[in-house]
Protein backbone atom coordinates (compact mmCIF):
# COMPACT_ATOMS: atom_id res chain seq x y z
CA UNK A 1 0.00 0.00 0.00
CA UNK A 2 1.40 3.44 -1.24
CA UNK A 3 1.55 5.44 1.80
CA UNK A 4 0.18 9.17 0.61
CA UNK A 5 -0.38 12.63 1.91
CA UNK A 6 -3.81 11.73 2.97
CA UNK A 7 -2.58 9.50 5.58
CA UNK A 8 0.00 10.86 6.83
CA UNK A 9 -2.38 14.07 7.18
CA UNK A 10 -4.75 11.78 8.90
CA UNK A 11 -1.86 10.76 11.63
CA UNK A 12 -0.67 13.74 12.21
CA UNK A 13 -4.27 15.07 13.16
CA UNK A 14 -4.53 12.37 15.73
CA UNK A 15 -0.98 12.77 16.58
CA UNK A 16 -1.59 16.58 17.46
CA UNK A 17 -5.14 15.41 19.70
CA UNK A 18 -2.63 13.26 21.74
CA UNK A 19 -0.47 16.36 22.45
CA UNK A 20 -3.69 18.05 23.03
CA UNK A 21 -4.48 15.13 25.33
CA UNK A 22 -1.00 14.69 27.04
CA UNK A 23 -0.66 18.65 27.97
CA UNK A 24 -4.44 18.32 29.11
CA UNK A 25 -3.67 15.60 31.41
CA UNK A 26 -0.95 17.55 33.01
CA UNK A 27 -3.02 20.31 33.58
CA UNK A 28 -5.47 18.51 35.09
CA UNK A 29 -2.82 16.64 37.37
CA UNK A 30 -1.70 19.77 38.52
CA UNK A 31 -5.18 21.22 39.57
CA UNK A 32 -6.47 18.22 41.08
CA UNK A 33 -5.86 17.94 45.49
CA UNK A 34 -6.85 13.83 45.18
CA UNK A 35 -2.68 11.69 45.01
CA UNK A 36 -5.01 9.27 43.09
CA UNK A 37 -6.62 11.60 40.90
CA UNK A 38 -3.05 13.22 40.07
CA UNK A 39 -1.02 9.68 39.85
CA UNK A 40 -4.14 8.66 37.53
CA UNK A 41 -3.60 11.71 34.70
CA UNK A 42 0.07 11.58 35.05
CA UNK A 43 -0.57 8.07 34.14
CA UNK A 44 -2.69 9.26 31.28
CA UNK A 45 -0.34 11.61 30.09
CA UNK A 46 2.20 9.27 29.99
CA UNK A 47 0.29 6.93 27.86
CA UNK A 48 -0.71 9.84 25.48
CA UNK A 49 3.15 10.60 24.95
CA UNK A 50 3.81 7.33 23.87
CA UNK A 51 0.53 6.95 21.64
CA UNK A 52 2.60 10.70 19.80
CA UNK A 53 5.79 8.73 20.04
CA UNK A 54 3.76 5.46 17.59
CA UNK A 55 2.21 7.78 15.76
CA UNK A 56 5.68 10.13 15.27
CA UNK A 57 7.44 7.02 14.64
CA UNK A 58 4.61 5.73 11.81
CA UNK A 59 4.56 9.06 9.83
CA UNK A 60 8.85 9.22 9.87
CA UNK A 61 8.74 5.63 8.26
CA UNK A 62 6.89 6.63 5.79
CA UNK A 63 9.17 9.48 4.80
CA UNK A 64 6.61 12.09 6.01
CA UNK A 65 7.31 15.25 8.46
CA UNK A 66 5.12 14.54 11.51
CA UNK A 67 3.83 17.51 13.23
CA UNK A 68 5.67 19.29 16.78
CA UNK A 69 3.36 20.79 18.64
CA UNK A 70 -0.79 20.76 19.66
CA UNK A 71 -3.83 22.34 18.02
CA UNK A 72 -5.04 25.29 18.85
CA UNK A 73 -8.48 24.52 19.79
CA UNK A 74 -6.34 21.75 22.45
CA UNK A 75 -4.67 25.00 23.74
CA UNK A 76 -8.19 26.86 24.17
CA UNK A 77 -9.65 23.29 25.80
CA UNK A 78 -6.82 23.01 28.43
CA UNK A 79 -7.21 27.15 29.32
CA UNK A 80 -10.63 26.24 29.53
CA UNK A 81 -10.32 23.28 32.39
CA UNK A 82 -7.90 25.70 34.19
CA UNK A 83 -10.68 28.35 34.53
CA UNK A 84 -13.35 25.78 35.07
CA UNK A 85 -11.52 24.25 38.06
CA UNK A 86 -10.53 28.06 39.42
CA UNK A 87 -14.46 28.92 39.65
CA UNK A 88 -15.66 25.76 40.12
CA UNK A 89 -17.13 24.75 43.86
CA UNK A 90 -15.73 21.58 43.17
CA UNK A 91 -12.92 21.41 40.79
CA UNK A 92 -12.16 17.79 40.85
CA UNK A 93 -15.65 17.26 39.36
CA UNK A 94 -15.42 19.64 36.77
CA UNK A 95 -11.81 18.34 36.00
CA UNK A 96 -12.70 14.97 35.62
CA UNK A 97 -16.25 15.96 33.64
CA UNK A 98 -13.45 17.98 30.91
CA UNK A 99 -11.61 15.26 30.81
CA UNK A 100 -14.16 12.88 29.49
CA UNK A 101 -15.48 15.24 27.19
CA UNK A 102 -12.18 15.36 25.93
CA UNK A 103 -11.89 11.86 25.90
CA UNK A 104 -14.65 10.92 23.92
CA UNK A 105 -13.83 13.62 21.36
CA UNK A 106 -10.92 12.14 21.06
CA UNK A 107 -12.12 8.26 20.57
CA UNK A 108 -14.56 9.98 17.97
CA UNK A 109 -11.52 11.18 15.91
CA UNK A 110 -10.04 7.64 15.70
CA UNK A 111 -13.58 5.97 15.25
CA UNK A 112 -14.05 8.59 12.04
CA UNK A 113 -10.48 8.29 10.73
CA UNK A 114 -10.03 3.92 10.73
CA UNK A 115 -13.83 4.58 8.83
CA UNK A 116 -11.32 4.93 5.96
CA UNK A 117 -9.53 1.48 4.88
CA UNK A 118 -6.43 3.07 3.80
CA UNK A 119 -3.89 2.04 6.49
CA UNK A 120 -1.54 -0.58 6.27
CA UNK A 121 -2.72 -3.39 8.81
CA UNK A 122 0.34 -2.43 11.28
CA UNK A 123 -0.97 0.99 11.49
CA UNK A 124 -4.33 -0.01 11.53
CA UNK A 125 -3.87 -2.79 14.21
CA UNK A 126 -1.36 0.46 16.24
CA UNK A 127 -4.32 2.81 15.53
CA UNK A 128 -7.09 0.40 17.18
CA UNK A 129 -5.13 -0.26 20.49
CA UNK A 130 -5.10 3.29 20.79
CA UNK A 131 -8.62 3.74 20.99
CA UNK A 132 -9.09 0.88 22.81
CA UNK A 133 -6.97 2.25 25.64
CA UNK A 134 -8.78 5.64 25.04
CA UNK A 135 -12.58 3.63 25.20
CA UNK A 136 -10.78 2.02 28.40
CA UNK A 137 -9.52 5.84 30.40
CA UNK A 138 -13.22 7.47 29.68
CA UNK A 139 -14.50 4.00 31.36
CA UNK A 140 -11.81 4.70 34.21
CA UNK A 141 -13.11 8.76 34.35
CA UNK A 142 -16.71 8.00 34.64
CA UNK A 143 -15.97 5.43 37.34
CA UNK A 144 -14.21 8.25 39.51
CA UNK A 145 -16.48 10.61 38.73
CA UNK A 146 -19.58 8.69 40.24
CA UNK A 147 -16.94 8.52 43.02
CA UNK A 148 -16.26 11.97 43.12
Do not use: C
Amino acid sequence: MKYTEKISNKLNELLEKNYDAEKGYLNAAENVESPKLKIFFKNRASERSQFAKELRTEILVHGQIPEDDGSFKGTMHRNWMTLKSLFSSNDEEAILEESIRGEKANLEEYKEILLDDVFAPSTKKMLEEQQQKIQAAINLLMVKEELA
